[in-house]
Every structure is written in structure tokens, then in C-alpha cells.
């Protein structure tokens, strides 16, 4: 398996509470996606990276912000989490961009009460 | 706006048969498609990318192909088996080719 983890697995949090969830790889991939996912929707794309401190906004990225300061993280925060943004949260690496395939992290479960 | 299709949400198979998953897109002129696994509870995996010149592409038991005139990508996986049973995503780059856009996806299950 690719070296990419995320953090937290889970995680439970109040509205209007800050989140940060953290996308670690190990590969040197230049590309780093962040995706949600829910039913009926598919996935869809957060915002991405393609170097450190260089990030473009995706499909659904009102709500959100991310930081790369390293090459191996990616950092994608909720600034203010509402119920809306209860979701399963990916990240992907790439070593060219769209043009290579992605290797996709386990996933955050994220639940916003 | 663009959309990407795949043709259903669920479909049941047997085993042995061939399955078609079929996706379509609307105002896009990919360059290339992507198509992905994806098991319950686990992120997709990458099975096969095909270039718009390339028409069809395989790999053991799968095989898809690209009509970038019907504006379709037909995935195939023949003499299926119950471990074949997932769901099958595909995705296709987006304007300046960094964004990638992802389908539903088709829930495929294999009958024993």
C-alpha cells in the first residue's frame, strides 16, 4: 500500500467547533487531494496541492481551508464545522497529477452534532 | 455544467458472467478516464486509466473501453467472481487538469 495516512479514523465534534484533519504521505508524491464523500453524491474533490505552499479550490470548497507547509502533509481544516460537512473525508497523492493514478488514504469519518 | 454518469446505482450479476458498468459524461473532453475500486469502508483503488487515443485497454479479466464520440467509458470484468463484488468509480480530469471529478459509482454484486 501506498505510505499516506490520515488523522483522526473518527472524529466527533460540535457545530461551530474548528477541525483539522491531517493527510501524511511517505511516497514524495507532488500532488495532494482532499476529497468528502457521501451517498448519492460520490466523491468531491476539497481542494488540492500541487507543491508545497502552492493549493487550488476544488468542487466543494466553501468551508474549507488547507495548508501544505511539507511536502508529506496537507492539512484540510473546517474552520467552523456545521452538520453539513458530517462526511467521510479522503486523501489522495499523485505523483504527476490526473495525469498518474491516485492512492487514497483509509478515510475520515467525520460526524459534526 | 459537467456531469458524469455511470449508468446505475446497483447491479447484480452471476458468476461466471461478464459484467458492464457504463459511464458517461456532458461537456467534457477528457483527454483520458480513470476507473477505481472501492471497497466498503476502505478508499478507491486505482484499477485502469485509458487515453482518449487508446479506444480500449485491458488488464487480466478487466477491459474498458473509450468513445470519446459517445462521450462513454464502458468497464468490463469478465468471469466475474463474488470478490469482484464493490463498487466501481470512474473519474475524469477537469479544466486545467489538476482537478479530477469522480462518478457515483455502481455498486457491482456477484452471485455465487
Known amino acids: 500500500d501506498a505510505g499516506i495516512t490520515q488523522s483522526p479514523r473518527h472524529k466527533v465534534t460540535e457545530t461551530g467547533t474548528p477541525v483539522t484533519l491531517r493527510c501524511h504521505q511517505t511516497e514524495n508524491h507532488r500532488y495532494m487531494y482532499w476529497y468528502r464523500q457521501d451517498p448519492g453524491h460520490g466523491l468531491r474533490l476539497i481542494h488540492y496541492?500541487?507543491?508545497?505552499?502552492?493549493?487550488d479550490k476544488g468542487e466543494v470548497s466553501d468551508g474549507y481551508s488547507v495548508s501544505r507547509s511539507k511536502t508529506e502533509d496537507f492539512l484540510l481544516t473546517l474552520e467552523s464545522a456545521t452538520s453539513s460537512q458530517t462526511s467521510v473525508y479522503f486523501c489522495a497523492i499523485s505523483d504527476r497529477g490526473v495525469l498518474d493514478e491516485a492512492f487514497f488514504g483509509q478515510g475520515t469519518r467525520l460526524t459534526v452534532v | 455544467s459537467q456531469k458524469i454518469e455511470q449508468n446505475s446505482e446497483a447491479l447484480n450479476i452471476q458468476e461466471g458472467k461478464t459484467a458492464t458498468l457504463t459511464c458517461n459524461y456532458t461537456n467534457y473532453s477528457p483527454a483520458y478516464l480513470q476507473w477505481y475500486r472501492q471497497d466498503p469502508g476502505r478508499g478507491p483503488v486505482f484499477l485502469l486509466l485509458?487515453?482518449?487515443?487508446?479506444k480500449e485497454k485491458r488488464k487480466e479479466r478487466l477491459k474498458v473501453t473509450f468513445d470519446t464520440t459517445l462521450k462513454q467509458s464502458l468497464f468490463h470484468i469478465t468471469a466475474s467472481q463474488p470478490a469482484d463484488s464493490a463498487t466501481y468509480l470512474c473519474?475524469?480530469?477537469?479544466?486545467?487538469?489538476?482537478?479530477?471529478?469522480f462518478g457515483a459509482g455502481t455498486r457491482l454484486t456477484v452471485k455465487p
Open positions: 473519474a475524469l480530469p477537469l479544466r486545467n487538469n489538476n482537478d479530477m471529478r
Open positions: 485509458i487515453r482518449e487515443n487508446e
Open positions: 496541492s500541487y507543491g508545497v505552499k502552492d493549493t
